[in-house]
């Protein structure tokens, strides 16, 4: 017989959070798709929140992100150069499995895209806190973001490192949920992904990445607290 491995959301008394799933692609296209993503079981009060980042030309966005059959809601449009971790979520009820497209808009250099999917339950409707943090290649700079963390609230972080000159290693505030190397056609990129659910209130709480070596790298969070 053979046993599965049962896993635990993350979870504090309030909502509760899940990393899903994370994927990438290096097809070149401004809409990638990626079906059959995991989001979780299916509950009423269920929020889907995907993120999406890859190595472009200044000036790329995001213009929109279908979740899992529903349009997604923006709500972090990374910062840096060519390295945009993007944030999106919507409410998806029902299901355990979705496709993933978010649709960039501008004239990128290569289409590479990762992305990755967390479930919260228990939260309410829209984040109560969030920030970027970006840093160039060659530069020492810590990324750090710092938030507000409401009693049974939860935080998720997502970032992207772009060139050979170093790689993610470990997230401070949040639990590191995956780590990546996504090798496309413009060398090495990783992306890096965590979250935590907060029993008590966190103020000015640090959400940093440390990395080996300085490449160009960017940090999206987001704080969702308690339902009312």
């Given at each position: 017989?053979?046993l599965?491995?049962?896993?635990?959301?993350s979870?504090?008394?309030?909502?509760?959070?899940?990393?899903t799933d994370?994927?990438f692609?290096t097809?070149?296209?401004?809409t990638p798709?990626?079906?059959?993503?995991?989001?979780?079981?299916a509950s009423a009060d269920?929020?889907?929140?995907?993120t999406?980042?890859?190595?472009?030309s200044?000036g790329m966005t995001c213009?929109s992100?279908?979740?899992?059959g529903?349009?997604?809601?923006?709500?972090?449009?990374?910062s840096?150069?060519g390295?945009?971790?993007v944030m999106?979520?919507?409410p998806?009820?029902?299901?355990?499995?979705?496709?993933?497209?978010?649709?960039?808009?501008?004239?990128?250099?290569s289409?590479?895209?990762?992305?990755a999917v967390?479930?919260?339950?228990?939260?309410?409707?829209?984040p109560?806190?969030s920030?970027?943090?970006?840093?160039?290649?060659?530069s020492?700079t810590?990324?750090s973001?710092t938030v507000d963390?409401p009693a049974?609230g939860?935080v998720?972080?997502?970032a992207?490192?772009?060139?050979?000159a170093?790689t993610?290693?470990?997230?401070?505030?949040v639990?590191?949920?995956?780590v990546t190397?996504?090798?496309g056609?413009?060398?090495?990129t990783?992306h890096?992904g965590?979250?935590k659910a907060y029993?008590?209130?966190?103020?000015?709480?640090?959400?940093?990445?440390?990395n080996?070596?300085?490449?160009?790298?960017?940090?999206s969070v987001a704080?969702?607290?308690?339902a009312?």
């Amino acid at each position: 017989m053979t046993l599965l491995p049962v896993f635990s959301p993350s979870t504090a008394g309030g909502a509760t959070i899940e990393n899903t799933d994370d994927s990438f692609t290096t097809t070149s296209t401004l809409t990638p798709s990626f079906s059959s993503q995991a989001i979780g079981t299916a509950s009423a009060d269920r929020i889907i929140v995907a993120t999406a980042a890859g190595y472009y030309s200044s000036g790329m966005t995001c213009g929109s992100y279908s979740i899992a059959g529903e349009t997604g809601t923006q709500r972090l449009d990374g910062s840096g150069g060519g390295n945009r971790p993007v944030m999106f979520s919507a409410p998806v009820s029902s299901g355990t499995t979705g496709t993933m497209a978010p649709t960039w808009v501008g004239t990128p250099t290569s289409y590479d895209t990762s992305i990755a999917v967390w479930a919260i339950k228990g939260s309410g409707a829209n984040p109560t806190d969030s920030g970027v943090a970006y840093a160039a290649q060659g530069s020492s700079t810590l990324l750090s973001v710092t938030v507000d963390v409401p009693a049974g609230g939860v935080v998720v972080a997502y970032a992207i490192c772009f060139n050979v000159a170093g790689t993610p290693n470990s997230f401070v505030g949040v639990d590191q949920d995956f780590v990546t190397a996504t090798t496309g056609t413009d060398g090495q990129t990783f992306h890096a992904g965590g979250s935590k659910a907060y029993a008590a209130s966190q103020t000015d709480l640090d959400i940093t990445l440390a990395n080996t070596g300085t490449p160009e790298r960017a940090l999206s969070v987001a704080v969702w607290g308690p339902a009312a």
